[in-house]
């Protein structure tokens, strides 16, 4: 069982950075790999960052690949998601979830997941 809590969301202006967290208690978090999603109403929730469990391997969505970078540090159980040159387009509830399947595949985060954290860019 893994518990998962977010933080670090906020208001920002577009171009502006943010770096969101997420710290995990349970056991053997260094097994799983984690993705960042977020989700706007009405739509489905996206996967756009994911770390494999040794964090040698990354993935991300073609939209925020260059802006965002995932990673570890699983000495303290968390994950962050530094999100560099933010678009109004980035605005979402942005969620951390574990997986000990493909962390690259959206439908591997079946058990775990945090209560999500917003994140609203504007001017």
């Known amino acids: 069982q893994v518990q998962l809590v977010e933080s670090g969301g906020g208001v920002v202006q577009p171009g502006n950075s943010l770096r969101l967290s997420c710290v995990a208690s349970?056991?053997?978090?260094?097994?799983?790999?984690v993705g960042w999603f977020r989700q706007t109403p009405g739509k489905d929730r996206e996967l756009v960052a994911a770390?494999?469990?040794?964090?040698?391997?990354?993935h991300y969505a073609d939209d925020v690949t260059g802006r965002f970078t995932i990673s570890r540090d699983d000495a303290k159980k968390m994950v962050f998601l530094q999100m560099n040159s933010l678009k109004r387009e980035d605005t979402a509830v942005y969620y951390c979830?574990?997986?000990?399947?493909?962390?690259?595949?959206?439908?591997?985060?079946?058990?775990?997941w945090g209560q999500g954290t917003q994140v609203t860019v504007k001017s």
């Open positions: 349970g056991r053997a978090f260094n097994t799983y790999g």
């Open positions: 770390i494999n469990w040794t964090g040698d391997l990354t």
């Open positions: 979830a574990a997986t000990i399947g493909r962390y690259y595949e959206p439908e591997s985060y079946t058990d775990y």
